[in-house]
């Protein structure tokens, strides 16, 4: 500093000259860099997003003709009719008997052809007595129709005319079985199936696979998902009913990945019979995969799109493991996947219904939400993740659409990469004309000395004017962009505070942040007509006497956690939880007309999710819960860290409707006539209430 006292103007000039001009260099760059980085990576964001939401489009739309397929075709002569005849063939065959001869044919087909086959493709060895088909019927069909059939397994479709077959089914099967070949080669199905819904016996298959003839209420392909969603449509007995069962190892077809679309056939009012057609994932694959060239779908070198299941499993094609399957089973063991994952990977040459795909992508798919994130995938790469929900009827997928991070961010660093050079190069040629514009005027040099000072009092929107033309105008020009940009970040501290003030309504309800925001650290209100539901479970201190405290505290987290899920699909808010009990209510930030229906069906919601708590853990936890509607009166409580609570006669009597040890769903009048006929009451019943008269309550059977 004492060295600048012995300095000429001139030298002086050129010494400020180039610390403003490098400065603003310095800070442009930075500034564009950013912008520039959130511009592409908001423009690779964009463009994945667009991926997932096209891709998502097109299963929908295949999933919308495949149920309108199914239904039209189970409306049809052909299917109806055929049924019917299938249906009193089928039941004739239960007096055939095998011939020990044909016995050991039929067990000679499964130990030597489709046990192998299957154990090949599974995990453990599959046992003759769980497969071997009982009833008469079913063995009948399985000898004639399989263990006698020429063609090889997964082709058996091909034999038209089973010639030891003589029974009524034969000639039947020999008539319709040519029809119904071309309607799957037409939609390009796997199988076409008949089934009896009162007997649930599938009268006739189309690929002749294992499940032919069998049943699906206790035969041995009734845990899969074509057996539940079957026994669902056998209990709505609804016309134009669809079902999707999701894909799952299938193993009539040796475990390969196997969904199937369902629709009841009528014939006029009667329904007589369900039709189940089997379609394979690779359609579905080679639209996610764009005919599995996914460089020209824009996903680049390690971009792709997949399904995820309930299960948190895949349901369509790695890409990774489509292009490189010993590359891929390396990364799964590099990335500390179980053994068992694995070696069902090598077993099964695939990563459907095996790799688990547990992020917070799926999770918010799953949740109805669609979005963009960065997170770990299945092989514990960063990536850039755009997901969103897939629904039809009982199908629910997630599908999600991924880049790795480093190649998304690609552009971004090479954008970079050109800042620093080219920001170098301005800083060489700053430094030379500092040399020239030494021998200039030194007035544009104190008015830009001049702006620099009131900048760094603190002074915003500072602007220098220099007429000249010369390199101290372009400095002018420059430093006042420097203003304009500081005046920018000024901006965007507002902007920050004005988020702070959305995440604090994100906690509290906007009414309760404006009171706070007007100085009223309370927030007290009143609100005239809402829903209150108060739930205590008991039986937890019994569970932690059994399990132990510290297990029984994380499954009351799981519960709790549950309901809260509950509550956000049925438009509840929470208040608050203590220990056991929970305290909810509906129509307080955003006015429901129908909160008291909201809340009984979130009641419900509640006993359910507790039922099948019970069922998995083995227990006997009861829920009480009780619902008021009227006026009640919320508020802030605490200073530092606060908490949002209701007090009124509402809130009381719904806590005392939980009073006793069992578990029931109890109203006051005043809900029980706002619902009317939507829900059946048992009672009233008399309440007692602490120096007040006594109330009627209604239990809801449930």
Known sequence: MFGLNRLSIQSKMIVLLLAVSLTSIGVIA??????????????????????????????????????DQVISISDSRAVIEGMSEFKNAYRELSSKALSSNEEEKLKDFYNTIYLPELSRRI????????????????????????????????????????????????????????????????????????????????????????????NLLDGPYAATNLGDRVRTIRAARDRDDFKIADFEPYRPSLGLPMGFAMSPIFDGTKMIGILALQFPIETFNRVLSGEYNWSAEGLGETGEVYVVGPDRTFRSRSRLMYSNSDSFIQKLQESGAAKSIIDAVKIKRTAMNIIPVNNSSVEEAFRGHSGIARVSDYLGKPVLSAYGPLELDSLRWAVVAQID??????????????????????????????????????????????????????????????????????LARVFNEMSDNITSQTERLAEQDRQNQELLLSILPASAVEQRREGDEKANREFADVSVLFSEIHGMEDLGDRIGEAKALSILSDLIGAFDDAAEKFGIEKVKTIGASYLAVCGLSITRPDHARRVVQFAEEMTRVVAVFNRDQKSDLKIAIGINSGPVVGGVTGRRKFLYDLWGDTVTIAKKLTSGDGAAIRVTEGVRSRLGEQFSFNGPTRIELDGKPAIEAWQIAV
């Not at 964001?45 to 299963?59: D, F, M, P, S, Y």
């Not at 050109?418 to 020239?436: D, E, G, P, R, Y």
């Open 123 to 214: 995990e453990g060895k599959p046992v003759l007595e769980r497969y071997l088909p009982k009833a008469a019927a079913e063995r009948y069909l399985q000898y004639h129709y399989i263990a006698s059939n020429p063609n090889p397994y997964l082709k058996m479709q091909e034999l038209t005319l089973a010639t030891s077959d003589s029974s009524q089914y034969g000639q039947v099967h020999s008539k319709l079985h040519g029809l119904y070949s071309r309607v799957v080669k037409i939609f390009g199905f796997e199988d076409l199936m008949l089934i009896d819904p009162e007997t649930l016996d599938i009268v006739y298959s189309y690929q002749k696979t294992t499940e032919f003839g069998t």
């Open 405 to 474: 991070l480093a190649e998304a961010e690609a552009p971004a660093r090479e954008f970079g990469r050109k800042v620093i050079i080219i920001s170098s190069a301005m800083a060489l040629l700053v430094s030379v004309l500092a040399l020239i514009s030494s021998f200039l005027l030194t007035k544009p040099l104190r008015d830009l000395t001049d702006g620099a000072r009131r900048i760094g009092a603190g002074e915003t929107n500072v602007k220098v004017s220099v007429s000249s033309r010369d390199e101290f105008g372009e």
């Open 30 to 67: 930075a500034i564009g860099y950013s912008s520039a980085r959130t511009a592409l990576i908001r423009s690779a964001e964009n463009q994945l997003q667009g991926i997932r939401v096209a891709k998502t489009t097109t299963l929908k739309e295949m999933l919308d003709a495949l149920r």
